[in-house]
């Protein structure tokens, strides 16, 4: 079993930056992939990012490629997303996703994928 818990939504400016957490509990997290996902108001869940449990694979929706990096501390038990040149469609609903399973390049875009999800962080990006 693994619990996520999201941190460091907020309101930011257009052309700025902000660094979403994704802190897991539970002993498999060095064997777990995380992936982000984000939901806009009216619109469907969407796959943002994902980081195999190894740290050697990522994977980035094509909206944000350049903008944000995904990355873990497996010490910490801690997923990051620094989301820099934030534009105000990246408002929305972050969710952080998990799995425990899958080999070290194991990097699943598909909700359907995933076992585990947080509860949500709002980020708000005016212009």
């Known amino acids: 079993q693994v619990q996520l818990v999201e941190s460091g939504g907020g309101l930011a400016q257009a052309g700025g930056s902000l660094r979403l957490s994704c802190a897991a509990s539970?002993?498999?997290?060095?064997?777990?992939?995380v992936g982000w996902f984000r939901q806009a108001p009216g619109k469907e869940r969407e796959f943002v990012t994902a980081?195999?449990?190894?740290?050697?694979?990522?994977t980035y929706a094509d909206s944000v490629k350049g903008r944000f990096t995904i990355s873990r501390d497996n010490a910490k038990n801690t997923v990051h997303l620094q989301m820099n040149f934030l534009k105000p469609e990246d408002t929305a609903v972050y969710y952080c996703a998990a799995v425990d399973a899958g080999g070290p390049l194991y990097c699943p875009t598909s909700q359907s994928e995933y076992r585990y999800w947080g509860q949500g962080t709002q980020v708000t990006v005016s212009s």
């Open positions: 539970g002993r498999t997290f060095s064997r777990t992939v």
């Open positions: 980081i195999s449990w190894s740290g050697f694979s990522t």
